[in-house]
């Protein structure tokens, strides 16, 4: 089993940054991917970004370029930078870990793992 703790999130202003974490434990492999999903809501849970144990990353268009995500050699830290947030960001976001698949993926059925979820709002 594996277990996701996200923090770093809270109320900020648009235009402003904060930076997630998330922390995995447990029995985690290096062929694995970490990715970063969003709620808001009344909506459905969408990709945001991942970043493989080689380093490939991925990004939903709508946070290209603003937001960037990074982690450990290990990848049992990972962290999603994010810049420029707008009102559109505000929801509660989940990092989620793939088991034994190093794959980029924008698919939540290719993540095993789950964390609580921590909630960013941008206040406009």
């Known amino acids: 089993q594996v277990q996701l703790v996200e923090s770093g999130g809270g109320l900020v202003q648009a235009g402003g940054s904060l930076r997630l974490s998330c922390a995995a434990s447990?029995?985690?492999?290096?062929?694995?991917?970490m990715g970063w999903f969003r709620q808001a809501p009344g909506k459905e849970r969408e990709f945001v970004a991942s970043i493989t144990s080689g380093d490939i990353t991925y990004y939903a268009d709508s946070v290209r370029g603003r937001f960037t995500i990074s982690g450990d050699n290990a990848k049992t830290t990972v962290y999603l930078q994010m810049n420029r947030l707008n009102a559109e960001d505000s929801a509660v976001y989940y990092c989620?870990?793939?088991?034994?698949?190093?794959?980029?993926?924008?698919?939540?059925?290719?993540?095993?793992?789950w964390g609580q979820g921590t909630p960013v709002t941008v206040s406009s």
């Open positions: 989620a870990r793939t088991t034994r698949y190093p794959y980029s993926d924008i698919r939540e059925s290719a993540y095993a793992y």
């Open positions: 447990g029995r985690t492999f290096s062929d694995e991917t």
